[in-house]
Structures are given as structure tokens and as C-alpha cells.
């Protein structure tokens, strides 16, 4: 098969609609999205994927159509990069990671970014989340993550005391 011939090839995923997994949709993908994505590669490549074969259905089921989408748009957006070794977070993957909610949602991105193994989604992704929590409180990464404080007064105050270096590094770094 020629290059050209290559690039126009579609391949179809089979993914769940939703988080309750009654419903399927399945997705065209080129080739181009494809090689962006090291586990699909893989396995269109171990299952001698052709236009006459069933979809590839990915194992990994919390990959909706909604979170796949997402990762195709983001793919799309490097397919022709010049330099895809780049992993520096621009203001296009800011603008990008902005629209998406914290959590759940960016972290069933990344979880699905990891899988795929596309790789500079995943560490432009961690690379956002890292710039959003810097420099945060407990607090505000409590608010930030969802996380309950289940700490009675006395055991945050134990803790504290027990982890009070970690606390003194952490103004040093802020009042700089």
C-alpha cells in the first residue's frame, strides 16, 4: 500500500457512549490520528486490520466517545507540527485543558491519553495540572481534587506537627 493510500485509511473504534456501557458508537480514525496513538497502532497492527474488519474495540472501558473525541481533537491539532518533540505546554493546549473540568473529566482524559499512549497530550496535560495546583493549600487542592477532609481537628493538628518541614518549605517557595 502506497503512502497516500495510508494516510486516507480509516479505522474504526468501537467505544461506549457513556459511563453505564449500554450503548456503543463507533468512530472513523485516520491513519494520520492512528500513529499519534501508540496503543491503537499496536493493535490494528497485531490484529491485521483491514476495511473489511470488525472495529477495534478498545479494552479499556472508561475511554467514552465524548473523552475519544477530545483526544482526536487534541491529536489533530499536532498531526502536522514541525516539531512534535516539543512537549512544552503553549497557549493553545492552556485554552485547550481550560474548557475541561478539572475532575472528572481531565483526569479520564489523561487516564485515557496514558493508555493511548499519546504521548504529548499526557504531558502537556500533567504539565497543565502541575501549574494549576503550584503553590496551592491543602485547602484549595482539597476544593481543587473533590477530597473530603475526614481528618479530625486533632489529627490534622498531629499531622501537621509531624510533617511540619514540608509546610516550611512550602511558604519558602511562595514568599520567593
Known sequence: MTEAMDIEKQVMCRLPTDDTHTTFANIDVSMNLVKMMGTIEEMIEDMGYDENSDPVELPNKTITTTIFKQVMEYCQQYLNAENKEDMGLNDWDTN????????????????????????????????????????????DLREIFGVVNDFTPDEEAQIKNEHEWAEEKSEAKSEE
Open 96 to 139: 485547550f485543558f481550560s474548557q475541561i473540568e478539572m475532575k472528572p473529566d481531565l483526569f479520564n482524559l489523561l487516564e485515557a491519553a496514558d493508555f493511548l499512549h499519546a504521548k504529548r497530550l499526557l504531558e502537556t496535560g500533567c504539565s497543565f495540572v502541575a501549574q494549576k495546583i503550584k503553590g496551592k493549600s491543602v485547602e
